[in-house]
């Protein structure tokens, strides 16, 4: 074991003068940086306790903090008598999410439509109410982690399929002007900035709509939203059907296929299965890039956290870093999470370059 713990060191660690260089120089950051960080998120941190506690105690962080607006973090300003209703959602979610990445699930066809076709629809009754005696809870009062769980589900879900069909499109030499059409739709929302995309989604979208008309803000950054990140997925996927043999298309047209059945049946599934680093990858910004929407008005996690810092009964010096550092964690887990199950899937189909 100590001579394959040697080996395993010199090879990625010291193998040339130039890593031996990194390695030290990644040593002296860990041996400067840990320390105090563990010191100050661990042993001098302020774990219970209100503001006199963490004023009592500027060394640490104020994980006081963290605990007495938890539940805003997490709802928002959702109603608490009806919080039982969020908790109801991400239960069936977390469950559903789990099921689906267990490979030993029993019917796991039948989850993946339920999640895909049900759940949206329980999801927004439940939510939303103002059916079946659920009393109405408006979107403005939706925040925290539910209204970044909400727009990035959205998202993923509709940017994959999206971006499949504006792949295929952008592929399509027999319809040109469907060719052209994709071209267009993709280079346009790549080519403005995400912040754009959601200051039309709030101001401008609205001037265009008759006067008796409104569409609910939220309901325009999520729409938006997917839009934007379907043209990058368009490219991810279009990466992956130009990856392709030329082979490949021509057994589909062998077997008598139909051009949607071979791309169903051949040419998709290889497709997907190359790029799913770069899926995973896109999904990943994505789910980060919800911080932004805070710009407009809504209050994701990022957003109820940076507005619960600003309270004056916790204006404490160690509050902020507090704060975003428990953003951080959370961010950090989800994301990485999706990068360890992408490499499970890697790892699975074999895909080459995966270390």
Known sequence: MLANANYWLKTNLFSTPLNSTFTGLTLAFLILVVPGLLDFTLFSAVWSGGPDACRANTDGACWAFIGARFPQFVYGVYEASERWRVNIVLAIFFIGIAALAYEGTPRRNLIALGMLVVFPIFSVIMLSGGVFGLEVVTTTNWGGFLLTLVIASFGIVVSLPL?????????????????????????????????????????????????????????????????????????????????????????????????????????????????????????????????????????????????????????????????????????????????????????????????
């Open 163 to 355: 971006g499949c069909l504006l792949a295929f499109g952008r592929q399509s030499d027999n319809v040109p002007l469907i060719r052209t059409l994709c071209i267009i739709f993709i280079e346009f929302w790549r080519g403005v900035p995400l912040i754009t995309v959601l200051f039309m989604a709030s101001f401008m979208f609205p001037l265009f709509l008759p006067s008796d008309v409104t569409i609910d803000i939220l309901l325009r950054a999520m729409v938006f939203f997917a839009l934007f990140s379907s043209a990058y997925m368009a490219e991810v996927i279009r990466g992956g059907l130009q990856g392709l043999d030329k082979g490949q298309y021509e057994g589909g047209e062998s077997l008598g296929l139909r051009y949607w059945q071979s791309m169903r049946l051949i040419i998709l599934p290889q497709a997907l299965k190359i790029q799913i680093p770069a899926i995973v990858n896109t999904f990943i910004g994505l789910f980060k890039d919800t911080t932004l929407v805070l710009i407009i008005g809504l209050f994701d996690l990022l957003g109820t956290v940076h507005s619960s810092i600003a309270d004056p009964k916790w204006s404490i010096p160690t509050v902020p870093y507090s704060g975003y550092l428990f953003a951080a964690f959370v961010f950090f887990v989800f994301c990485y999470g999706m990068s360890l199950y992408s490499q499970f899937i890697e790892r699975k189909y074999g895909i080459k370059g995966h270390t």
